[in-house]
Protein backbone atom coordinates (compact mmCIF):
# COMPACT_ATOMS: atom_id res chain seq x y z
CA UNK A 1 0.00 0.00 0.00
CA UNK A 2 1.44 3.29 -0.82
CA UNK A 3 2.29 5.62 1.86
CA UNK A 4 1.36 8.83 -0.48
CA UNK A 5 -2.74 8.00 0.08
CA UNK A 6 -5.79 7.64 2.33
CA UNK A 7 -7.17 4.99 2.94
CA UNK A 8 -11.53 5.02 3.01
CA UNK A 9 -13.47 2.61 4.42
CA UNK A 10 -17.14 2.23 4.87
CA UNK A 11 -18.05 0.22 7.71
CA UNK A 12 -21.33 -1.15 6.62
CA UNK A 13 -19.58 -3.07 4.19
CA UNK A 14 -15.59 -3.30 4.87
CA UNK A 15 -15.12 -2.04 1.37
CA UNK A 16 -11.89 0.03 0.86
CA UNK A 17 -10.44 2.63 -1.70
CA UNK A 18 -7.20 4.27 -1.67
CA UNK A 19 -7.23 8.21 -2.63
CA UNK A 20 -4.09 9.58 -3.41
CA UNK A 21 -2.73 12.50 -1.68
CA UNK A 22 -1.77 15.25 -3.26
CA UNK A 23 0.82 18.28 -2.30
CA UNK A 24 1.18 21.57 -3.36
CA UNK A 25 3.56 24.42 -2.82
CA UNK A 26 2.13 26.31 -0.14
CA UNK A 27 -0.37 24.59 2.49
CA UNK A 28 -1.53 21.30 3.90
CA UNK A 29 -1.85 18.39 1.39
CA UNK A 30 -5.46 17.64 -0.32
CA UNK A 31 -6.92 14.23 -0.55
CA UNK A 32 -7.97 13.51 -4.33
CA UNK A 33 -11.16 11.49 -3.54
CA UNK A 34 -12.94 11.67 -7.41
CA UNK A 35 -13.10 7.98 -7.25
CA UNK A 36 -15.53 8.07 -4.32
CA UNK A 37 -18.63 7.76 -5.86
CA UNK A 38 -17.36 5.44 -8.66
CA UNK A 39 -15.92 2.85 -6.39
CA UNK A 40 -17.93 3.44 -3.33
CA UNK A 41 -21.59 4.79 -4.88
CA UNK A 42 -21.17 7.99 -2.31
CA UNK A 43 -20.75 12.04 -2.82
CA UNK A 44 -18.49 13.73 -0.29
CA UNK A 45 -21.30 15.99 2.16
CA UNK A 46 -19.03 19.47 2.46
CA UNK A 47 -21.16 22.62 2.11
CA UNK A 48 -19.57 26.18 1.11
CA UNK A 49 -16.07 23.91 0.19
CA UNK A 50 -15.11 24.49 4.21
CA UNK A 51 -12.34 21.42 3.44
CA UNK A 52 -12.59 20.80 -0.66
CA UNK A 53 -10.25 22.04 -2.95
CA UNK A 54 -12.14 22.21 -6.47
CA UNK A 55 -9.27 23.03 -8.91
CA UNK A 56 -4.91 23.52 -8.66
CA UNK A 57 -3.92 27.16 -8.72
CA UNK A 58 -0.48 28.57 -9.00
CA UNK A 59 -2.29 32.34 -8.26
CA UNK A 60 -2.88 33.05 -5.15
CA UNK A 61 -2.43 31.39 -1.45
CA UNK A 62 -3.65 31.99 2.01
CA UNK A 63 -2.98 31.36 5.00
CA UNK A 64 -5.76 31.77 7.45
CA UNK A 65 -4.40 30.93 10.44
CA UNK A 66 -0.52 32.56 10.06
CA UNK A 67 -2.78 35.83 8.03
CA UNK A 68 -0.49 35.18 5.21
CA UNK A 69 -1.41 36.25 1.65
CA UNK A 70 0.56 35.68 -1.39
CA UNK A 71 -0.18 36.74 -5.25
CA UNK A 72 2.12 34.30 -7.41
CA UNK A 73 4.47 33.98 -4.06
CA UNK A 74 5.15 37.22 -3.51
CA UNK A 75 3.76 38.64 -0.14
CA UNK A 76 1.27 41.57 -0.42
CA UNK A 77 2.45 43.86 1.66
CA UNK A 78 5.68 43.97 -0.26
CA UNK A 79 2.98 44.77 -3.74
CA UNK A 80 1.62 47.04 -2.04
CA UNK A 81 4.69 48.89 -1.01
CA UNK A 82 5.97 48.23 -4.61
CA UNK A 83 4.22 48.09 -7.27
CA UNK A 84 1.59 49.89 -9.29
CA UNK A 85 -1.89 48.30 -10.08
CA UNK A 86 -1.16 46.92 -14.16
CA UNK A 87 2.20 45.28 -12.41
CA UNK A 88 0.07 43.11 -10.34
CA UNK A 89 -2.70 42.18 -13.05
CA UNK A 90 0.00 41.38 -15.07
CA UNK A 91 1.83 39.64 -12.15
CA UNK A 92 -1.39 37.64 -11.58
CA UNK A 93 -2.01 36.85 -15.44
CA UNK A 94 1.45 35.67 -16.73
CA UNK A 95 3.10 34.53 -13.50
CA UNK A 96 5.74 37.10 -13.35
CA UNK A 97 6.55 40.58 -12.41
CA UNK A 98 7.09 42.57 -15.82
CA UNK A 99 10.29 43.84 -17.14
CA UNK A 100 10.47 47.38 -18.40
CA UNK A 101 9.62 46.45 -21.96
CA UNK A 102 6.77 43.89 -20.99
CA UNK A 103 5.21 46.43 -18.72
CA UNK A 104 5.21 49.12 -21.25
CA UNK A 105 3.71 46.64 -24.29
CA UNK A 106 1.14 45.52 -21.33
CA UNK A 107 0.14 49.46 -20.58
CA UNK A 108 -0.31 49.73 -24.34
CA UNK A 109 -2.94 47.05 -24.44
CA UNK A 110 -4.75 48.31 -21.87
CA UNK A 111 -4.88 51.60 -23.73
CA UNK A 112 -6.17 50.78 -26.70
CA UNK A 113 -9.36 49.03 -24.89
CA UNK A 114 -10.49 51.45 -22.63
CA UNK A 115 -13.57 53.20 -25.07
CA UNK A 116 -16.87 51.78 -24.96
CA UNK A 117 -18.68 51.27 -27.98
CA UNK A 118 -20.70 54.14 -28.03
CA UNK A 119 -23.93 51.92 -28.70
CA UNK A 120 -23.46 50.51 -25.10
CA UNK A 121 -23.54 53.90 -23.54
CA UNK A 122 -27.31 54.18 -24.21
CA UNK A 123 -27.41 50.81 -22.11
CA UNK A 124 -27.30 53.86 -19.07
CA UNK A 125 -29.70 55.07 -20.09
CA UNK A 126 -32.36 52.43 -19.60
CA UNK A 127 -31.81 52.62 -15.54
CA UNK A 128 -33.48 54.52 -12.94
CA UNK A 129 -31.99 57.14 -11.92
CA UNK A 130 -31.29 55.64 -8.38
CA UNK A 131 -30.44 52.35 -9.72
CA UNK A 132 -27.65 50.34 -7.84
CA UNK A 133 -24.24 50.89 -9.27
CA UNK A 134 -23.27 46.82 -8.90
CA UNK A 135 -26.89 46.49 -10.77
CA UNK A 136 -25.48 48.42 -13.60
CA UNK A 137 -21.80 46.82 -13.57
CA UNK A 138 -24.00 43.59 -13.63
CA UNK A 139 -25.79 44.70 -16.79
CA UNK A 140 -23.07 46.56 -18.22
CA UNK A 141 -20.57 43.90 -18.60
CA UNK A 142 -22.53 41.09 -19.01
CA UNK A 143 -23.63 43.39 -21.93
CA UNK A 144 -20.25 43.67 -23.11
CA UNK A 145 -20.66 40.44 -24.51
CA UNK A 146 -22.89 41.43 -27.58
CA UNK A 147 -20.53 43.57 -28.90
CA UNK A 148 -17.23 40.93 -28.61
CA UNK A 149 -18.42 37.75 -29.67
CA UNK A 150 -15.50 36.86 -31.23
CA UNK A 151 -13.46 35.66 -27.86
CA UNK A 152 -15.51 32.55 -26.68
CA UNK A 153 -13.26 29.96 -27.34
CA UNK A 154 -12.28 29.23 -23.69
CA UNK A 155 -9.40 26.88 -25.24
CA UNK A 156 -7.91 29.27 -27.01
CA UNK A 157 -4.89 31.56 -25.31
CA UNK A 158 -5.06 34.38 -27.22
CA UNK A 159 -8.90 34.77 -26.52
CA UNK A 160 -8.42 34.08 -22.66
CA UNK A 161 -5.72 37.02 -22.85
CA UNK A 162 -7.43 39.30 -25.16
CA UNK A 163 -11.03 38.94 -22.72
CA UNK A 164 -8.77 39.41 -19.92
CA UNK A 165 -7.39 42.72 -21.67
CA UNK A 166 -10.62 44.13 -22.40
CA UNK A 167 -12.06 43.61 -18.62
CA UNK A 168 -9.16 45.26 -17.03
CA UNK A 169 -9.06 48.10 -19.96
CA UNK A 170 -12.80 49.06 -19.53
CA UNK A 171 -14.13 48.09 -15.79
CA UNK A 172 -12.83 51.58 -14.86
CA UNK A 173 -14.43 53.42 -17.84
CA UNK A 174 -17.58 51.10 -16.74
CA UNK A 175 -17.68 51.58 -13.30
CA UNK A 176 -17.10 55.74 -14.10
CA UNK A 177 -19.89 55.92 -16.21
CA UNK A 178 -22.27 54.13 -14.10
CA UNK A 179 -21.30 57.11 -11.36
CA UNK A 180 -21.59 59.97 -13.93
CA UNK A 181 -25.43 58.70 -15.07
CA UNK A 182 -26.42 58.36 -11.00
CA UNK A 183 -25.20 62.02 -10.30
CA UNK A 184 -26.17 63.09 -13.82
CA UNK A 185 -22.76 64.30 -14.88
CA UNK A 186 -21.65 63.53 -18.68
CA UNK A 187 -19.80 60.77 -19.25
CA UNK A 188 -16.12 61.56 -19.22
CA UNK A 189 -14.04 60.08 -21.90
CA UNK A 190 -10.55 58.26 -20.87
CA UNK A 191 -7.34 59.30 -21.79
CA UNK A 192 -4.68 57.13 -22.56
CA UNK A 193 -1.83 59.86 -21.11
CA UNK A 194 -2.75 59.14 -17.40
CA UNK A 195 -1.83 56.21 -15.19
CA UNK A 196 -4.27 53.34 -14.87
CA UNK A 197 -5.98 54.67 -11.64
CA UNK A 198 -5.75 58.53 -12.18
CA UNK A 199 -7.48 57.94 -15.54
CA UNK A 200 -10.41 56.29 -13.41
CA UNK A 201 -10.14 59.15 -11.05
CA UNK A 202 -10.33 61.84 -14.17
CA UNK A 203 -13.33 59.93 -15.66
CA UNK A 204 -14.84 59.89 -12.24
CA UNK A 205 -14.58 63.26 -10.90
CA UNK A 206 -13.53 65.82 -13.26
CA UNK A 207 -16.23 67.96 -15.12
CA UNK A 208 -15.88 69.39 -18.58
CA UNK A 209 -15.90 73.26 -17.57
CA UNK A 210 -12.84 73.13 -15.54
CA UNK A 211 -9.63 71.13 -14.93
CA UNK A 212 -9.64 68.82 -12.50
CA UNK A 213 -6.50 68.73 -9.97
CA UNK A 214 -5.02 65.13 -9.42
CA UNK A 215 -4.63 64.23 -5.54
CA UNK A 216 -1.69 62.16 -5.52
CA UNK A 217 -2.14 60.47 -2.27
CA UNK A 218 -5.76 59.98 -3.51
CA UNK A 219 -4.59 57.90 -6.24
CA UNK A 220 -1.90 55.98 -4.40
CA UNK A 221 -4.25 54.89 -1.51
CA UNK A 222 -7.12 53.75 -4.21
CA UNK A 223 -3.88 52.09 -6.17
CA UNK A 224 -2.99 49.93 -3.08
CA UNK A 225 -6.83 48.82 -2.36
CA UNK A 226 -7.10 47.73 -6.03
CA UNK A 227 -3.84 45.63 -5.53
CA UNK A 228 -4.81 44.43 -1.95
CA UNK A 229 -8.84 43.61 -3.81
CA UNK A 230 -7.22 41.72 -6.80
CA UNK A 231 -7.40 38.28 -5.94
CA UNK A 232 -8.23 36.27 -2.84
CA UNK A 233 -8.43 32.44 -3.89
CA UNK A 234 -11.33 30.60 -4.98
CA UNK A 235 -13.87 33.24 -3.03
CA UNK A 236 -17.29 33.13 -3.77
CA UNK A 237 -17.32 35.77 -7.10
CA UNK A 238 -13.90 32.82 -8.49
CA UNK A 239 -15.63 30.19 -7.78
CA UNK A 240 -18.90 31.53 -9.92
CA UNK A 241 -17.03 32.79 -12.72
CA UNK A 242 -15.38 29.28 -13.23
CA UNK A 243 -19.04 27.28 -12.73
CA UNK A 244 -20.08 29.40 -15.21
CA UNK A 245 -17.35 29.48 -17.65
CA UNK A 246 -17.40 25.49 -17.28
CA UNK A 247 -20.47 25.63 -19.72
CA UNK A 248 -17.97 27.51 -22.16
CA UNK A 249 -20.49 30.50 -22.12
CA UNK A 250 -19.31 33.90 -23.01
CA UNK A 251 -16.55 35.12 -20.67
CA UNK A 252 -18.19 38.31 -20.34
CA UNK A 253 -21.36 37.01 -19.15
CA UNK A 254 -19.07 34.46 -17.01
CA UNK A 255 -17.83 37.96 -15.04
CA UNK A 256 -21.10 39.49 -15.00
CA UNK A 257 -22.09 36.56 -12.72
CA UNK A 258 -19.24 36.66 -10.96
CA UNK A 259 -19.86 40.41 -10.11
CA UNK A 260 -23.71 39.39 -8.92
CA UNK A 261 -21.61 37.15 -6.66
CA UNK A 262 -19.60 40.54 -5.24
CA UNK A 263 -22.72 42.22 -4.42
CA UNK A 264 -24.08 40.28 -1.27
CA UNK A 265 -22.93 41.64 2.10
CA UNK A 266 -21.52 38.65 2.81
CA UNK A 267 -19.34 38.94 0.39
CA UNK A 268 -17.64 42.02 -1.95
CA UNK A 269 -21.04 44.33 -0.41
CA UNK A 270 -19.78 44.06 2.90
CA UNK A 271 -17.99 47.37 3.00
CA UNK A 272 -21.98 48.86 2.46
CA UNK A 273 -22.96 46.97 4.76
CA UNK A 274 -20.46 48.32 7.48
CA UNK A 275 -21.80 52.46 5.93
CA UNK A 276 -24.91 51.13 6.56
CA UNK A 277 -24.34 49.97 9.93
CA UNK A 278 -22.66 53.14 10.89
CA UNK A 279 -25.27 55.26 9.49
CA UNK A 280 -27.96 53.27 11.61
CA UNK A 281 -26.33 53.62 14.66
CA UNK A 282 -25.99 57.41 14.26
CA UNK A 283 -24.08 58.77 17.29
CA UNK A 284 -21.62 57.58 19.18
CA UNK A 285 -23.80 58.01 21.95
CA UNK A 286 -25.99 54.73 20.76
CA UNK A 287 -22.71 52.27 20.61
CA UNK A 288 -23.53 50.30 23.39
CA UNK A 289 -27.03 49.73 23.09
CA UNK A 290 -26.16 48.66 19.56
CA UNK A 291 -23.06 46.19 21.05
CA UNK A 292 -26.13 45.05 23.50
CA UNK A 293 -28.21 43.90 21.15
CA UNK A 294 -24.60 42.40 19.31
CA UNK A 295 -24.39 40.24 21.94
CA UNK A 296 -27.94 39.22 22.58
CA UNK A 297 -27.90 36.04 20.77
CA UNK A 298 -31.55 36.11 19.86
CA UNK A 299 -31.19 39.33 17.80
CA UNK A 300 -30.58 38.88 14.75
CA UNK A 301 -28.01 42.25 15.06
CA UNK A 302 -24.64 41.84 13.32
CA UNK A 303 -21.77 43.82 13.73
CA UNK A 304 -20.18 44.55 9.85
CA UNK A 305 -16.54 44.67 8.94
CA UNK A 306 -15.39 43.03 12.12
CA UNK A 307 -12.83 39.92 10.96
CA UNK A 308 -12.79 38.03 8.05
CA UNK A 309 -13.82 34.20 8.17
CA UNK A 310 -10.75 32.94 6.14
CA UNK A 311 -8.40 34.98 8.34
CA UNK A 312 -8.57 33.56 12.05
CA UNK A 313 -5.37 35.76 13.33
CA UNK A 314 -5.43 38.61 11.56
CA UNK A 315 -6.30 40.51 7.82
CA UNK A 316 -2.97 41.10 6.36
CA UNK A 317 -4.50 43.53 4.39
CA UNK A 318 -5.98 45.37 7.34
CA UNK A 319 -2.94 47.30 8.69
CA UNK A 320 -2.07 48.55 5.80
CA UNK A 321 -5.54 49.99 4.31
CA UNK A 322 -5.40 51.52 8.17
CA UNK A 323 -2.28 53.31 7.35
CA UNK A 324 -3.52 54.69 4.10
CA UNK A 325 -7.20 55.33 5.16
CA UNK A 326 -5.40 57.98 8.24
CA UNK A 327 -2.85 59.18 5.87
CA UNK A 328 -5.33 60.13 3.10
CA UNK A 329 -7.98 61.18 5.93
CA UNK A 330 -5.33 63.59 7.28
CA UNK A 331 -4.12 65.38 4.34
CA UNK A 332 -8.05 65.62 3.55
CA UNK A 333 -8.32 67.00 6.79
CA UNK A 334 -11.62 64.76 7.16
CA UNK A 335 -10.84 63.04 10.10
CA UNK A 336 -13.79 63.90 11.99
CA UNK A 337 -16.41 62.89 9.36
CA UNK A 338 -19.59 61.92 11.68
CA UNK A 339 -19.40 58.16 10.50
CA UNK A 340 -15.70 58.07 11.30
CA UNK A 341 -15.81 59.08 14.74
CA UNK A 342 -18.37 56.26 15.08
CA UNK A 343 -16.15 54.06 13.67
CA UNK A 344 -13.23 54.78 15.74
CA UNK A 345 -15.84 54.86 18.89
CA UNK A 346 -17.36 51.20 17.51
CA UNK A 347 -13.72 49.83 17.65
CA UNK A 348 -12.84 50.88 21.12
CA UNK A 349 -16.38 48.96 22.69
CA UNK A 350 -15.80 46.47 20.37
CA UNK A 351 -12.37 45.21 22.03
CA UNK A 352 -13.71 45.75 25.42
CA UNK A 353 -16.57 43.04 24.64
CA UNK A 354 -13.83 40.76 22.94
CA UNK A 355 -11.67 41.43 26.48
CA UNK A 356 -14.99 40.73 28.22
CA UNK A 357 -15.14 37.51 26.81
CA UNK A 358 -12.35 36.28 26.77
CA UNK A 359 -12.25 37.02 30.51
CA UNK A 360 -14.94 35.33 31.45
CA UNK A 361 -13.76 32.00 29.76
CA UNK A 362 -10.53 31.79 31.43
CA UNK A 363 -10.39 30.63 34.72
CA UNK A 364 -6.91 30.09 36.58
CA UNK A 365 -6.76 27.07 39.44
CA UNK A 366 -4.87 28.29 42.56
CA UNK A 367 -2.58 25.79 44.70
CA UNK A 368 -5.27 24.90 47.11
CA UNK A 369 -7.54 23.88 44.10
CA UNK A 370 -10.38 26.15 44.24
CA UNK A 371 -11.38 27.90 41.40
CA UNK A 372 -10.65 31.73 41.28
CA UNK A 373 -10.70 34.25 38.89
CA UNK A 374 -7.25 35.60 38.61
CA UNK A 375 -5.89 38.92 36.29
CA UNK A 376 -6.43 37.32 32.80
CA UNK A 377 -3.41 37.79 30.81
CA UNK A 378 -2.87 40.29 27.78
CA UNK A 379 -4.80 39.90 25.05
CA UNK A 380 -3.58 41.39 21.89
CA UNK A 381 -6.75 43.04 20.21
CA UNK A 382 -6.68 44.70 16.70
CA UNK A 383 -9.81 45.06 14.15
CA UNK A 384 -9.62 45.34 10.72
CA UNK A 385 -11.62 48.63 10.11
CA UNK A 386 -9.35 50.25 12.66
Not at 7 to 24: A, F, H, V, Y
Not at 303 to 322: E, N, S, T, V, W
Amino acid sequence: MSQETVTITDNRTGKSIECPIKKGTHGPPVVDCQALYKKMGMFAFDPAYITTASCESRITFIDGEKGILLYRGYPIEQLAENSSYPEVCYLLLYGELPTKEQMENFKVSIFQHTMLHEGLLDFYKGFRHDAHPMSMLVAVVGGLSAYYPDAMDIGNPEHRNMSAIRLIAKMPTIAANSYKYLIGQPYVYPRNDLSYVANFMHMMFSVPKEKYHFNETAIKALEIMLILHADHEQNASTSTVRLAGSSQAHPFSCVAGGIATLWGPAHGGANEAVIRMLQQIGTPKNIPLYIKKFKDKNDSTRLMGFGHRIYKKHDPRAKIIRKVCHTLLQELDATQQPLLKISDYLIIDYEITLAEQYCQGFVCWNSTSQSSRESCPPIPITSPCG
